[in-house]
Nanobody, 127 residues
Framework: QLQLVESGGGLVQPGGSLRLSCAASGFTLDYFVFGWFRQAPGKEREGVSCVSSKDGGTYYADSVKGRFTISRDNANNTVYLQMNSLKPEDTAVYYC????????????????????WGQGTQVTVSS
């Protein structure tokens, strides 16, 4: 059974850092594109970043570019999202998702393109 489990969320002060992890089980990462999404209260789910399976190419939303870094460790079946210089507007539930495919599209991740989802992890940025 394919399963994704996120961890690493929490409460952090503005300017701080967190690293989210997405542990996959029941399948290997090699043939999947992975995306990170977030959803704040009262807002639509937003595609934050994605990483290709074929060449490791990445995409970042403008709101996180230069601050967040996505990476994948296929050997350990884990995808990461390193988040630096966090802002209060980064507060949301963050979700990891997987899509069978090769490349992260240039327009970024869209929810409907992803088949497998984790349960989410809360990130709160507040002083």
């Amino acid at each position: 059974q394919l399963q994704l489990v996120e961890s690493g969320g929490g409460l952090v002060q503005p300017g701080g850092s967190l690293r989210l992890s997405c542990a996959a089980s029941g399948f290997t990462l090699d043939y999947f594109v992975f995306g990170w999404f977030r959803q704040a209260p009262g807002k639509e789910r937003e595609g934050v970043s994605c990483v290709s399976s074929k060449d490791g190419g990445t995409y970042y939303a403008d709101s996180v570019k230069g601050r967040f870094t996505i990476s994948r460790d296929n050997a350990n079946n884990t995808v990461y999202l390193q988040m630096n210089s966090l802002k209060p507007e980064d507060t949301a539930v963050y979700y990891c998702a997987a899509s069978l495919g090769s490349y992260c599209p240039s327009y970024g991740p869209y929810s409907y393109e992803y088949d497998y989802w984790g349960q989410g992890t809360q990130v709160t940025v507040s002083s």
